[in-house]
Nanobody, 128 residues
Framework: EVQFVESGGGLVQAGGSLRLACAASGFADDYVYAIGWFRQAPGKDREGVSYISRSVNKTFYRGSVKGRFTISTDNAKDTVYLQMNDLKPEDTAVYYC????????????????????WGQGTQVTVSS
């Protein structure tokens, strides 16, 4: 099972920046994964934010964050970073690191817990 250690997040004013990090371990060699972030705001459904392939140079960004958020990984592709710039109040949510099959996440799908339980998430609050 893949395990995640999330860090980053916090309170920032609109227009500010934050960086999230997620260290993941326990990937099996049998599957082609993507890893990244989804979020959930109070009273709203989960939504995929950004994912990155662990095998090829492909990424997914939801439309509302394109041009503001950048996802990246370290050389081993076991740590994923989400640089969030020009944050808006509507970005306020709990952000979760997760993984699933590459073809699911890069198409904008939501991750399951099949390969690993989600962590506690990290709160991002953007004040107006």
């Amino acid at each position: 099972e893949v395990q995640f250690v999330e860090s980053g997040g916090g309170l920032v004013q609109a227009g500010g920046s934050l960086r999230l990090a997620c260290a993941a371990s326990g990937f099996a060699d049998d599957y082609v994964y993507a890893i990244g972030w989804f979020r959930q705001a109070p009273g709203k459904d989960r939504e995929g934010v950004s994912y990155i392939s662990r095998s090829v140079n492909k990424t997914f960004y939801r439309g509302s964050v394109k041009g503001r958020f950048t996802i990246s990984t370290d050389n081993a592709k076991d740590t994923v970073y989400l640089q969030m710039n020009d944050l808006k109040p509507e970005d306020t949510a709990v952000y979760y690191c997760a993984t699933d099959l590459e073809h699911i996440l890069l198409a904008g799908g939501l991750p399951s817990t099949y390969f690993g339980s989600w962590g506690q998430g990290t709160q991002v609050t953007v004040s107006s």
